[in-house]
């Protein structure tokens, strides 16, 4: 069977539990592959067997509860839901979909779900009613927090369809894998199998390793006369003219450069002294700087003009079609005409089609008439009289910008780019499949960040640049630095936590303009809305209907008989539920609270009602034989039945009742997902007409394979990939799009690989091996940025046996020292016993937690350190969670005699991999693991003894390279150095400059001279100054004080005055 006809969960038991790993395939981490089909089933096999080896594990193991032979740890990935019931079904927007609830979270009394990641959208759900013996799937569709907190309530689907196998009343179990996430398989996963990834431009590079990478395909297109890099990555001018334009929209020529060159090589003269706006040669005359890169400040072609940045020249409205659909999404709202629509549509936009779907929308991305009227976001930043840095001034892309600091990129654009920034950027604009190694600290986003911004000056790119990041986290951090200089910008996905870019997500832009669609997007939206609102009304009442528990007379009106309806019902002005159940209890024909007695002269009615009622007892209680009755008969009124017959009624009404509304909502339902489906289909066009019109898009790489049809239509020429090492292959394949025709990676292997749920897929077969590392260890040409610029030098030198060229930029060489501690760096030596977490092989250590708690508040208290300078990290959630915990009593209740950071606030604790790409002032690392062995018997551990996470390469260089002014480490150096070679480096260093031991040196502020060893919980408590010295309160107050008093009253009384 081909992998393309591969059903991504298997829905029959049997295949599904089947294990295939003796036929699965090896990732190639060395070597090309045979061809484009084995390449790509190979990465659909492994991703799938990913995603499903969680599954296949739990079910086997609850299988195995029976006769209490199985492996708790098998589970501590899964989270399961007890006494789990279908209570009905309803129509969402979502589509049609079942409701469940559930009486219990396993393992959890009490499930914070507005904050918390369980089952959120689209998690798979593995249900069954047996123990597992047999199961089916289905994905959750509707996950509102307050219906869970209330009443425990979900909506599901089945997996690719409406159906699953639920009874009506059966009680199920069911559990989600919290390490494989299904909607980031799911997408991935179709991509794989599509035809048009044996079309992907770079698959020559990917499968077959080919070295020798070309420059992007619209540049080599050339013709016409264009402009643009050549492979050396040489900025060509295009003729003989005196001002040209070249591809990346810079002004090459003045009338006195007239034939000059500009050249990015070693040694050029790349300054402006003759008009030349730019420079570029490392060790020429650019600009200021040692490294001889930048724009001469003030050439005199260029004196007095205005500063502004480039992708939009002037500051006005670009000529693209976006004229104020994202970039005025900040600015005053357009005026509207009677209909709600924009008079400043643009010409061509009336001329469509007024009603219907039809085909023309499939023209919005053609042509360049489409955007919306209104004011373009002026992209000016700065003030065109500010002072340059050392009276420089830079030209960047079309207009010059003034820059104020090294936090605003690009367009702070400091004269000292170093030259393998220098090299990086050159390889990343010239070749088409562009991979740039940026080890921790160097300025990896800063040098995406300035690509991003030559390419959006690019008269030769079409379509948006697409940039991707695996994490919600650094594609904001990154798109943020975009949107300091380019402001048409669509954020897609809902992870984001920006403020800044909320006003650029694609939601808002739906919700925002969405009068201003266009009228045959417009109509087709509000038809449909209207429709789906319409049978959803319809289908809701079927489905009550289908478990009704009750006949209401709603829905008995509907299978009742209209004599039987007339007699039933005969009290206008009573309560309709009151007269049905005073019936059906066996009370006479009266209203249902009056007291009268019976007529006595009823007796000759009482007869008749007698022989009817005894026809209707004979009859079998089956509905055939009760539904023929009460055709052919002459009963009319159902009151003359007696109590056991009325009862008899009443099921077969409400068993009518089911059938009927189960009958009509089948019936109805295919309609409904029918037009569901347009509705999507519509959607789709919305959201292509509105990204079509920006220069920028960022995703993540689970957003991107969703959205790959989307973007498909869009026809995008430029991809640029942050945190690429972070990527499985597979996910970044699915990326990627036949149109795709420069690809800029932008990673770091040697820092955290792809996280895989099966750690035997990730050491048997190296999925977790990323196609940035399988490039660069393959002898795919890539650059490396080589000056660190974020730790300081002492922190830096126990890196270098990971980064042996990176050297320390000068900026670090200044650094504060840390106050309070007599070294930057330390290791405090120790052998609190670890512990384990049940179930699980997470670890935890509440005697160093309680080290590394004293320490920070120590930090906070009398060095006055805010919250904000110091992280906390930590190899294991588990002991993240046992440090917050001590945090959260802390701050929770006031503790005579202790004081708390200023802000009150807690400090960040966060495990090692929710803290990859970010870096803090100050970071105290949480080791955790500790043998129970004495000291003196460490060496006669066995090596099969494992120390887990703390082993791992490339963990441990992220946990040591977030610092920049002090590292701080806890743990037993002694069990470390036995288990790692790694470790064992490091601690060499740190002893031969007096950095590791069992008493961590603490000293005063003030008084450096005095010191305290500190090596237990109430060391850190009574490390205080008693030293009298004169000195300013950081308040502005003079004070005279003890040097304890003023460490603690700069920490805590600063803020209040």
Same mark, same amino acid.
């Given at each position: 069977?081909?992998?393309? =006809?591969?059903?991504?969960?298997?829905e029959?038991? !049997?295949?599904?539990?089947?294990?295939?790993?003796?036929?699965?395939?090896l990732?190639?981490?060395?070597?090309?592959?045979g061809?484009?089909?084995?390449?790509?089933?190979?990465?659909?096999r492994?991703?799938?067997?990913?995603?499903?080896?969680?599954?296949?594990q739990?079910?086997?193991?609850?299988r195995r509860?029976?006769?209490?032979?199985?492996?708790?740890?098998l589970?501590?990935?899964?989270?399961?839901?007890n006494?789990?019931?279908?209570?009905?079904?309803?129509?969402?927007? $979502?589509?049609? @979909?079942?409701?469940?609830?559930?009486?219990?979270?396993e393992g959890?009394?009490?499930?914070?779900?507005?904050?918390?990641?369980?089952?959120?959208?689209n998690?798979?759900?593995?249900?069954?009613?047996?123990?597992?013996?047999?199961?089916?799937?289905?994905?959750?569709s509707?996950?509102?927090?307050?219906?869970?907190?209330?009443?425990?309530?979900?909506?599901?689907?089945?997996?690719?369809?409406?159906e699953?196998?639920?009874?009506?009343?059966m009680?199920?179990?069911?559990?989600?894998?919290?390490s494989?996430?299904?909607?980031?398989?799911?997408?991935?996963?179709?991509?794989?199998q599509?035809?048009?990834?044996?079309?992907?431009?770079?698959?020559?590079?990917?499968?077959?390793?080919?070295?020798?990478?070309?420059?992007?395909?619209?540049?080599?297109?050339?013709?016409?006369?264009?402009?643009?890099?050549?492979v050396?990555?040489?900025?060509?001018?295009?003729?003989?003219?005196?001002?040209? !334009?070249?591809?990346?929209?810079?002004?090459?020529?003045?009338?006195?450069?007239?034939?000059?060159?500009?050249?990015?090589?070693?040694?050029?003269?790349?300054?402006?002294?003759?008009?030349?706006?730019?420079?570029?040669?490392?060790?020429?005359?650019g600009?200021?700087?040692d490294?001889?890169w930048?724009?001469e400040?003030?050439? #005199?072609?260029?004196e007095?003009?205005?500063?502004?940045?480039?992708?939009?020249?002037?500051?006005?409205?670009?000529?693209?079609?976006w004229?104020?659909?994202?970039?005025?999404?900040?600015?005053?709202?357009?005026?509207?005409?009677?209909d709600?629509?924009?008079?400043?549509?643009?010409?061509?936009?009336?001329?469509?089609?007024? =009603?219907?779907?039809?085909?023309?929308?499939?023209?919005?991305?053609?042509g360049?008439?489409?955007?919306?009227?209104g004011?373009?976001?002026?992209?000016?930043?700065g003030?065109?009289?500010?002072?340059?840095?050392?009276?420089?001034?830079?030209?960047?892309?079309?207009? #010059?910008?003034p820059?104020?600091?090294?936090?605003e990129?690009?367009? %702070?654009?400091? $004269?000292?780019?170093?030259?393998?920034?220098?090299?990086?950027?050159?390889?990343?604009?010239?070749?088409?499949?562009?991979?740039?190694?940026?080890?921790?600290?160097?300025g990896?986003?800063?040098?995406?960040?300035?690509?991003?911004?030559?390419?959006?000056?690019?008269?030769?790119?079409?379509?948006?640049?697409?940039v991707?990041?695996?994490?919600?986290?650094?594609?904001?951090?990154?798109?943020?630095?975009?949107?300091?200089?380019?402001s048409?910008?669509v954020?897609l996905?809902?992870?984001?936590?920006?403020?800044?870019?909320?006003?650029?997500s694609?939601?808002?832009f739906?919700?925002?303009?969405?009068?201003?669609?266009?009228?045959i997007?417009?109509?087709?939206?509000?038809?449909?809305?209207?429709?789906?609102?319409?049978?959803?009304?319809?289908?809701?009442?079927?489905?009550?209907?289908?478990?009704?528990?009750?006949v %209401?007379?709603?829905?008995?009106?509907?299978?009742?008989?209209?004599?039987?309806?007339?007699?039933?019902?005969?009290?206008?002005?009573?309560?309709?539920?009151?007269?049905?159940?005073?019936?059906? $209890?066996?009370?006479?024909?009266?209203?249902?609270?009056?007291?009268?007695?019976?007529?006595?002269?009823?007796?000759?009615?009482?007869?008749?009602?007698?022989?009817?009622?005894?026809?209707? @007892?004979?009859?079998?209680?089956?509905?055939?034989?009760?539904?023929?009755?009460l055709?052919?008969?002459?009963?009319?009124?159902?009151?003359?039945?007696?109590?056991?017959?009325?009862?008899?009624?009443?099921?077969?009404?409400?068993?009518?009742?089911?059938?009927?509304?189960?009958?009509?909502?089948?019936?109805?339902?295919?309609?409904?997902?029918?037009?569901?489906?347009?509705?999507?289909?519509?959607?789709?066009?919305?959201?292509?007409?509105?990204l079509s019109?920006?220069?920028?898009?960022?995703?993540?790489?689970t957003?991107?394979?969703?959205?790959?049809?989307?973007?498909?239509?869009?026809?995008?020429?430029?991809?640029?990939?942050?945190?690429?090492?972070?990527?499985?292959?597979?996910?970044?394949?699915a990326?990627?799009?036949?149109?795709?025709?420069?690809?800029?990676?932008?990673?770091?292997?040697?820092?955290?690989?792809?996280?895989?749920?099966?750690?035997?897929?990730a050491?048997?077969?190296?999925?977790?091996v990323?196609?940035?590392?399988?490039?660069?260890?393959?002898?795919?040409?890539?650059?490396?940025?080589?000056?660190?610029?974020?730790?300081?030098?002492?922190?830096?030198?126990l890196?270098?046996?990971?980064?042996?060229?990176? #050297?320390?930029?000068?900026?670090?060489?200044?650094?504060?020292?840390?106050?309070?501690?007599?070294?930057?760096?330390?290791?405090?030596?120790?052998?609190?016993?670890?512990?384990?977490?049940?179930?699980?092989?997470?670890?935890?250590?509440?005697?160093?937690?309680?080290?590394?708690?004293?320490?920070?508040?120590?930090?906070?208290?009398?060095?006055?350190?805010?919250?904000?300078?110091?992280?906390?990290?930590?190899?294991?959630?588990?002991?993240?969670?046992?440090?917050?915990?001590?945090?959260?009593?802390?701050?929770?209740?006031?503790?005579?005699?202790?004081?708390?950071?200023?802000?009150?606030?807690a400090?960040?604790?966060?495990?090692? =991999?929710?803290?990859?790409?970010?870096?803090?002032?100050?970071?105290?690392? %949480?080791?955790?693991?500790n043998?129970?062995q004495?000291?003196?018997?460490?060496?006669?551990?066995?090596?099969?003894?494992?120390?887990?996470?703390?082993?791992?390469?490339?963990?441990?260089?992220?946990?040591?390279?977030?610092?920049?002014?002090?590292?701080?480490?806890?743990?037993?150096?002694?069990?470390?150095a036995? #288990?790692?070679?790694?470790?064992?480096?490091?601690?060499?260093?740190?002893?031969?400059?007096?950095?590791?031991?069992?008493?961590?040196?603490?000293?005063c502020?003030?008084?450096?001279?005095?010191?305290?060893?500190?090596?237990?919980?109430?060391?850190?408590?009574?490390?205080?100054?008693?030293?009298?010295?004169?000195? !300013?309160?950081?308040?502005?107050?003079e004070?005279?004080?003890q040097?304890?008093?003023?460490?603690?009253?700069?920490?805590?009384?600063?803020?209040?005055?």
């Amino acid at each position: 069977m081909s992998f393309r =006809d591969i059903k991504v969960i298997e829905e029959e038991e !049997t295949e599904f539990m089947k294990e295939n790993c003796s036929q699965l395939p090896l990732n190639r981490v060395e070597g090309s592959y045979g061809n484009v089909e084995e390449y790509l089933e190979t990465h659909f096999r492994l991703m799938r067997e990913d995603l499903v080896t969680p599954y296949r594990q739990a079910v086997r193991e609850f299988r195995r509860r029976k006769s209490h032979n199985f492996n708790c740890k098998l589970l501590s990935d899964i989270q399961i839901y007890n006494s789990v019931k279908m209570v009905g079904m309803r129509a969402e927007n $979502a589509g049609m @979909e079942y409701i469940l609830k559930f009486c219990s979270v396993e393992g959890h009394d009490y499930v914070d779900w507005a904050n918390g990641k369980l089952l959120m959208y689209n998690s798979l759900l593995c249900i069954s009613c047996d123990g597992f013996e047999t199961f089916f799937w289905a994905a959750v569709s509707t996950r509102r927090a307050r219906d869970l907190h209330v009443e425990s309530k979900i909506g599901v689907r089945g997996v690719d369809k409406l159906e699953a196998k639920f009874e009506y009343g059966m009680e199920y179990t069911m559990f989600e894998s919290t390490s494989a996430f299904f909607e980031a398989y799911q997408h991935v996963l179709k991509v794989l199998q599509r035809k048009e990834m044996e079309k992907v431009v770079f698959l020559r590079h990917l499968v077959f390793l080919e070295p020798e990478v070309g420059v992007p395909g619209y540049l080599e297109a050339g013709g016409g006369g264009g402009t643009g890099w050549d492979v050396e990555g040489r900025i060509l001018a295009a003729g003989d003219i005196e001002r040209a !334009t070249n591809g990346w929209g810079e002004e090459l020529m003045s009338p006195k450069n007239k034939g000059k060159d500009t050249d990015w090589g070693a040694g050029s003269n790349g300054s402006a002294g003759e008009g030349m706006d730019a420079g570029w040669g490392a060790g020429g005359n650019g600009s200021a700087g040692d490294d001889g890169w930048g724009w001469e400040g003030k050439s #005199k072609a260029n004196e007095g003009k205005d500063k502004v940045w480039g992708a939009w020249g002037n500051g006005n409205a670009g000529d693209d079609g976006w004229e104020g659909l994202v970039a005025s999404a900040t600015a005053e709202p357009m005026d509207t005409d009677q209909d709600g629509h924009s008079e400043n549509c643009a010409a061509g936009g009336n001329e469509r089609a007024n =009603d219907g779907l039809g085909g023309e929308l499939d023209s919005v991305t053609e042509g360049t008439d489409m955007g919306w009227g209104g004011e373009a976001e002026n992209c000016v930043w700065g003030n065109e009289d500010t002072d340059w840095d050392q009276g420089q001034e830079a030209i960047l892309a079309e207009g #010059k910008v003034p820059y104020s600091g090294a936090d605003e990129l690009p367009g %702070s654009l400091i $004269a000292d780019i170093d030259y393998s920034q220098e090299a990086a950027i050159r390889h990343g604009l010239s070749k088409k499949l562009a991979i740039i190694q940026g080890p921790a600290g160097t300025g990896k986003t800063f040098v995406g960040l300035f690509i991003t911004e030559k390419l959006l000056a690019s008269v030769k790119v079409r379509g948006p640049i697409i940039v991707v990041c695996y994490t919600n986290r650094a594609l904001d951090q990154f798109l943020e630095g975009v949107y300091k200089y380019e402001s048409s910008l669509v954020r897609l996905g809902t992870g984001s936590k920006s403020q800044v870019l909320q006003r650029c997500s694609l939601e808002r832009f739906q919700k925002k303009f969405r009068i201003r669609l266009p009228k045959i997007l417009g109509r087709a939206k509000v038809r449909l809305r209207c429709i789906q609102e319409e049978m959803a009304d319809k289908l809701n009442f079927h489905a009550k209907c289908m478990y009704a528990e009750h006949v %209401s007379r709603e829905a008995l009106i509907r299978v009742a008989k209209e004599e039987h309806m007339d007699r039933l019902y005969f009290c206008d002005y009573c309560q309709e539920d009151e007269i049905y159940q005073s019936w059906l $209890a066996g009370n006479d024909k009266v209203h249902p609270n009056s007291a009268c007695p019976r007529s006595v002269g009823e007796s000759t009615i009482e007869n008749t009602i007698q022989k009817q009622s005894l026809r209707f @007892e004979e009859i079998e209680d089956d509905p055939i034989s009760i539904g023929l009755f009460l055709e052919y008969s002459n009963m009319d009124d159902v009151w003359i039945l007696d109590a056991p017959s009325r009862k008899k009624l009443d099921r077969y009404w409400l068993n009518q009742i089911k059938l009927q509304g189960q009958k009509a909502f089948w019936n109805l339902a295919p309609e409904y997902e029918s037009l569901y489906n347009e509705m999507v289909e519509t959607k789709n066009k919305i959201q292509q007409y509105i990204l079509s019109s920006a220069k920028i898009l960022g995703m993540t790489t689970t957003v991107a394979a969703r959205f790959f049809d989307i973007l498909c239509s869009i026809k995008p020429q430029v991809m640029i990939v942050e945190e690429a090492a972070e990527v499985l292959e597979a996910q970044l394949l699915a990326c990627l799009n036949p149109h795709i025709e420069h690809l800029i990676l932008i990673g770091d292997h040697l820092q955290l690989r792809p996280s895989v749920a099966s750690s035997q897929l990730a050491h048997n077969y190296h999925l977790d091996v990323s196609l940035f590392e399988r490039l660069v260890t393959n002898g795919i040409e890539y650059k490396t940025l080589e000056l660190q610029r974020r730790m300081r030098p002492a922190i830096a030198y126990l890196l270098a046996g990971f980064y042996p060229t990176v #050297k320390d930029h000068r900026c670090v060489k200044s650094l504060d020292n840390v106050k309070g501690v007599l070294n930057n760096v330390y290791f405090l030596d120790h052998i609190n016993v670890e512990s384990c977490v049940d179930n699980s092989g997470s670890k935890f250590n509440p005697g160093e937690a309680d080290l590394v708690f004293e320490f920070a508040m120590y930090l906070m208290n009398k060095c006055g350190y805010s919250s904000k300078d110091i992280t906390i990290l930590s190899m294991y959630r588990s002991q993240a969670n046992e440090i917050s915990q001590r945090f959260l009593q802390h701050f929770s209740r006031k503790r005579k005699g202790r004081f708390k950071d200023p802000n009150g606030e807690a400090p960040m604790v966060r495990s090692v =991999d929710e803290f990859q790409g970010e870096e803090s002032n100050i970071v105290i690392l %949480s080791l955790v693991r500790n043998t129970t062995q004495p000291r003196e018997h460490l060496d006669q551990l066995s090596h099969a003894d494992s120390i887990g996470f703390l082993g791992t390469p490339n963990r441990i260089l992220v946990a040591l390279s977030r610092a920049r002014l002090g590292l701080y480490m806890f743990g037993n150096a002694t069990l470390l150095a036995e #288990k790692s070679q790694i470790w064992a480096d490091i601690i060499d260093r740190l002893s031969q400059n007096g950095w590791i031991g069992s008493r961590m040196k603490l000293c005063c502020p003030n008084h450096e001279e005095k010191i305290f060893r500190v090596r237990t919980i109430s060391d850190f408590r009574s490390a205080s100054c008693y030293y009298k010295c004169e000195d !300013t309160l950081n308040c502005g107050k003079e004070g005279y004080a003890q040097g304890r008093s003023l460490m603690i009253a700069n920490a805590v009384f600063a803020t209040k005055h």
